[in-house]
């Protein structure tokens, strides 16, 4: 399934997608358009360009897990995405996205300027990537539990 992820934001938002067969992510663009209705209107244009078939939404919960005003606004935008697109949007907890791609850009000698240009894009591959993680985990042990439990059916008598 080609998954879109989005790292909102309200200069700029990340977006990232991975290939149908969900093995690869890749940064795709950084929004810089300025407020929700222009933002979400790029996202639903890149959602028909890439051919989505669901959307994530990073959730930038507190570490408290409660919902501040940032995570309130991506509530609001996964929700008009859902109403407007159709597709499935799932908001997905994106706590320290942003700082492990500020770290990986620097430890691969990305300069501050440079940085700034692609770190919401390179935060939404991440998010979409530990996604992709926890889908592909959940998968295993469904079918985990599905060859358990025919393992446990008694064998019929004929």
Request: hydrophobic fraction near 35%.
């Amino acid at each position: 399934m080609r998954i879109l992820a989005v790292d909102y934001g309200e200069s700029r938002t990340g977006i990232a997608v991975c290939d149908p067969t969900e093995f690869l992510a890749s940064p795709v663009d950084i929004i810089t358009e300025k407020g929700a209705t222009k933002t979400i209107g790029r996202i639903l244009e890149y959602c028909s360009e890439l051919g989505a078939e669901m959307i994530v939404v990073g959730h930038p919960l507190n570490m408290d897990d409660s919902a501040g005003e940032r995570a309130q606004k991506c509530e609001y935008i996964a929700s008009k995405l859902r109403e407007q697109s159709g597709l499935e949007v799932e908001l997905w907890d994106e706590r320290a996205t942003t700082i492990d791609a500020e770290r990986i850009l620097s430890d691969n000698g990305v300069y501050r300027k440079k940085r700034k240009k692609v770190l919401d894009a390179v935060a939404a591959v991440l998010i979409l990537e530990r996604y992709r993680r926890y889908r592909k985990e959940s998968a295993s042990k469904a079918m985990k539990n599905t060859s358990a439990e025919q393992a446990a059916e008694p064998e019929e008598e004929q």
